[in-house]
């Protein structure tokens, strides 16, 4: 098994981001499954138009990626239905048809081998597994019987940006609350995939048979490359130390899922996280320490059960301990999760509504 | 007068002065300035930055990082804590509070006088420096239309029968649609200090006094907040004014050995607060700060409307579940209103390789029943006022709909989910001929350490039920003056 690249130092990565299309699955695979369909259903019908909607609405996505328009949910099947002469529901019809649902049938024969390993190999130990993906992502997920804890799509109303933009990650990363130096885009192209990655700050590794000097590269999910996670989650999963500071985001990150609607999520978490730090450090020094002990001892507390810190833990297990604590009857344990959920309440509204405690008597902060 | 502020001195290892005045609060701020215009060398030092009022917006999180006390995390420990908030920088509390004025009320200063047995104290005499402070940092009533979250509250009590005011505050509101600007002592005793040729160093901790040949030492820390090397400095002067506010002056005292009377009565105006949503709009962005409070109840309790903005409203409701949705629905029909009373006694103490001092508060079973009445006629009030639905910020606390669900609530408050807070502490080192309690004499002499003195919020022999910020500045400028009339003897 050749490997292209020099390897990927796991111990750094928190955050695994895939791409979708090409990435998870064998596209070429899908296509030509795809094409034999359609052939037999313009031969049954005698009529080549839904081949030439699909051909053009995938030349104007790709001609709206390039111009990184806002507005490009609508202007796709606008353009499309414009070169086609045809109406817009109708290419709507069409897309939805052929690129959303019938795919679905043949994805889970045409998904790549080893997938499924690696999803499961960085579940358990303890990374956070995102999807990103221009087209809607879920129903393909599903499809592909693979979970992330994340999935988002150019398609989102806070995204409405195709790759490279990297609009969709920065929401990722807002969301867990990883630094993009942590993360790590596995994607199948360097003019989508990598490109958006190198925008962020992150790194990436894209599926190539080609070596390339902006990335490392693999050829299967079998490559060395990802030996040494599947290796180790094999084993127990590579030992993670508790750390206050990532503590500290991730608690803060399930403060923010539980206070605030979906919508809002992706809030800025990093600056949010950065005043409950500074919060920390500015407070009377003999309580300073005694939180400081507390948090890492919260951080530590799943070892036991499950060999992890709670910054490693499913962002489902990492509610679970936080409703724990915070409904404890022990007050040391409820006022930990206290502490931290005034100040990310405070932070986060005052992210929100930044121009509320501008100056007093000017109107024109609405 | 930014220029003047800047007028920063130079810091070296060794320093002198006649005076020195440690803390730059209303009361440091007014004793200094007094000083230096009698003609001594006075050096103010100061533990916080030195900021203009604009450097950060008010009420802001970036104000609470660079212009609190501990990042605005002090904590009075004991089954009902308290979280209360200092401020820490050139002017002290005076720069992050809203200034809401009033002088003190007589039967306050009456009760000092019998008990605490202060000399040549009543409202009479406090009089001329109540008016000597207001010249300089100056009191006005909000001009034009006031804010509807603020009259909300003086509707109520009117409906109700109560007596309820408008409080003025230390603020130049310079007319109608005018921008105003905030008497805080950076604005005002600060800028006065520096022209009569006073000294300011900001960035500095006194950790120490010590005395020898007649001298007094302060040992401090300089530390620069641009990045510059710490320096530990030694600053001799004669005379000492202590101002470092009610909890800082006692941890500085007592780390200095002294300790008679000093650190043993903290008081507080520890409050409860609720949201009040009305049926119709209240909260308008860009209104002035709220200025009604309702004096129905002292000296058992007064009540008051705070700041209303977002991010207020979003810890104020914290406790209530779907708090996000409906302040991002309603937050113009809502307003933040509170109750406060007069704390139970707390105590300062150094803790052995902390810094911080622990502060301790013993509450009474009575404040906390009036804390709970308070909060009773509060709902009251704002029911009365057309309120539609009153929050309370007190964890499992239910959404109030009208006067049964008030009636239901409990009669005496728990106050173990730190809901109590305060923006006013005092009487750490209370003055007064009376010895068993009082740490310094009638005038803020400390009692056995000549040449030394208390001039802030400490000295205050009790709560002062109002506001206390007039009162901080009138004592100050009462014993100043007596002071410098006694060449400081
Ligand atoms: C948020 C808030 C709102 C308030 N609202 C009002 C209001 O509306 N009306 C009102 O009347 N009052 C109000 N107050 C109270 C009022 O601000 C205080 O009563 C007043 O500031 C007390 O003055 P002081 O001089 O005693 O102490 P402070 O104002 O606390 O000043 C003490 C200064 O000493 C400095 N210091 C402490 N230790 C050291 C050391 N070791 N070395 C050097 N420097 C040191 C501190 O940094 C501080 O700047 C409010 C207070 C706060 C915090």
Redesign the pocket.
């Known amino acids: 098994m050749k490997q292209h690249s020099q390897p990927v130092f796991w111990n750094d990565i928190d955050l695994v981001i895939f791409d979708l299309d090409g990435t998870l699955y064998n596209q070429r695979r899908l296509r030509t499954c795809m094409a034999l369909n359609l052939l037999h259903v313009s031969v049954k019908t005698r009529s080549l138009k839904t081949l030439n909607v699909l051909r053009i609405y995938r030349q104007c996505r790709e001609t709206l990626a390039e111009g990184a328009l806002v507005d490009f949910m609508n202007r796709q099947f606008e353009d499309t239905a414009m070169r086609c002469g045809c109406s817009v529901v109708e290419v709507r019809e069409v897309v939805d048809e052929w690129i959303e649902q019938r795919p679905l049938i043949y994805l889970r024969a045409c998904r790549y081998s080893g997938i499924e390993a690696l999803f499961d190999a960085l579940h358990r130990s303890g990374r956070t597994i995102a999807v990103f993906s221009d087209y809607s992502a879920a129903a393909k997920l599903e499809a592909l019987s693979l979970k992330a804890d994340l999935v988002v799509s150019a398609t989102d109303g806070d995204v409405q940006r195709l790759k490279p933009d990297p609009a969709g990650l920065y929401k990722i990363l807002n969301a867990t609350g990883f630094e993009a130096s942590r993360s790590l885009m596995i994607g199948d192209r360097f003019d989508r995939d990598w490109a958006a990655a190198n925008r962020a700050g992150m790194p990436a590794i894209i599926k190539s048979r080609r070596r390339d000097p902006r990335c490392g590269t693999f050829r299967s999910y079998q490559d060395t490359l990802f030996q040494p996670v599947v290796q180790s989650a094999d084993t127990g999963g590579t030992f993670a130390f508790p750390s206050f500071e990532k503590c500290v985001r991730a608690i803060v990150n399930i403060l923010l899922r539980q206070e605030l609607p979906s919508a809002r999520q992706s809030e800025n978490v990093e600056s949010i996280v950065t005043y409950v730090l500074a919060t920390h450090a500015g407070m009377p020094d003999y309580l300073r320490l005694a939180f400081r002990i507390l948090t890492v001892v919260f951080d530590a507390w799943p070892y036991p059960a499950t060999g992890k810190p709670f910054h490693r833990l499913s962002s489902d297990r990492r509610e679970d301990q936080v409703n724990r604590w915070r409904s404890s009857r022990l007050q040391i344990r409820s006022g930990l999760i206290a502490f931290y959920r005034t100040f990310t309440i405070f932070g986060v509204y005052s992210e929100i509504y930044e121009q509320d405690v501008e100056c007093e008597g000017n109107p024109e902060h609405d | 007068m930014k220029e003047i502020l800047n007028m920063t001195e130079p810091v070296s290892r060794k320093m002198s002065a006649d005076i020195v005045v ?8 007014v004793t200094a300035t007094l000083c230096a215009e009698a003609g001594a060398s006075v050096l103010l ?4 930055p030195n900021l203009s009022l604009q450097s950060v917006p008010h009420f802001s999180r970036e104000e609470v990082l660079r212009k ?2 501990n990042a605005g995390i002090c904590i009075a420990t004991g089954r009902s804590k308290i979280a209360y ?10 720069e ?7 002088r003190t009320p007589e039967y306050v200063l009456d009760l000092w006088k019998t008990e605490f047995e202060v000399e040549d104290l009543s409202l009479d005499k406090l009089k001329p420096h109540f008016i000597a402070c207001e010249r300089t940092a100056q009191v006005e009533y909000l001009p034009g239309d006031k804010p509807l979250v603020s009259t909300r509250l003086y509707d109520g009590a009117a409906r109700l029968g109560w007596q309820a005011i408008e409080a003025p ?2 603020y130049r509101y310079g007319g109608i649609g005018a921008p105003g600007r905030k008497q805080s002592m950076s604005e005002t005793f600060v800028p006065r200090f520096l022209l009569a040729g006073g000294r300011l160093i900001a960035d ?4 120490r006094l010590t005395r020898a040949s007649g001298k007094w030492f302060v040992k ?1 820390q300089h530390a620069p907040t641009d990045g510059r090397p710490r320096q530990q400095i030694e600053i001799s002067a004669d005379r000492v004014f202590v ?4 909890v ?2 006692p ?2 005292l007592r780390r200095s050995g002294l300790k008679k009377n000093i650190g043993n009565s903290l008081y507080f105006h520890p409050m409860l607060k609720v949201v009040a949503q009305f049926g119709e709009d209240v909260n308008k962005p860009g209104d002035l700060d709220p200025v009604h409070q309702i004096r129905e109840f002292e000296p058992d309790f007064g009540m008051g409307c705070s700041i209303s903005k977002r991010p207020m409203l979003g810890l104020a409701m914290a406790h209530h579940a779907g708090h996000f949705a409906e302040i991002e629905q309603h937050w113009r029909r809502m307003g933040i209103y509170y109750v406060q009373a007069a704390s139970g006694r707390a105590t300062v103490r150094n803790l052995p390789f902390f810094r911080d001092p622990l502060v301790t508060v013993r509450q009474s079973e009575q404040l906390l029943r009036t804390l709970a009445n308070g909060l009773k006629r509060l709902a009251e009030a704002l029911f009365a006022a057309g309120a539609v639905a009153v929050y309370p910020s007190i964890r499992g606390y239910p959404v109030l709909r009208s006067m049964i669900d008030v009636r239901n609530l409990p009669d005496m408050f728990g106050g173990e989910d730190g809901s109590m807070t305060s ?4 009487s750490s080192c209370p003055m007064g001929e009376n010895e068993a309690v009082c740490a310094t004499d009638s005038f803020g002499r400390v009692r056995g350490a000549d040449g030394l003195f208390i ?4 000295l205050l022999c009790g709560p002062t039920i ?7 500045m009138a004592v ?1 400028h009462r014993n100043a003056t007596h002071a410098i009339e006694n060449r400081f003897r």
Do not use: K, W
């Open positions: 440690i803390g730059s609060g209303p009361g440091g701020a030092i100061e533990e916080g609190y006390r908030v200092e401020g820490r920088c050139v002017g002290g509390g005076s992050v509070n809203r200034g809401l004025y009033h505050r230390l500095t901790t006194a950790n401090a101002a470092c506010g009610a800082q002056t941890a500085l923006v006013h502490v005092f001039a802030d919020a400490s109002v506001n206390p910020q007039g009162t901080v100050a």
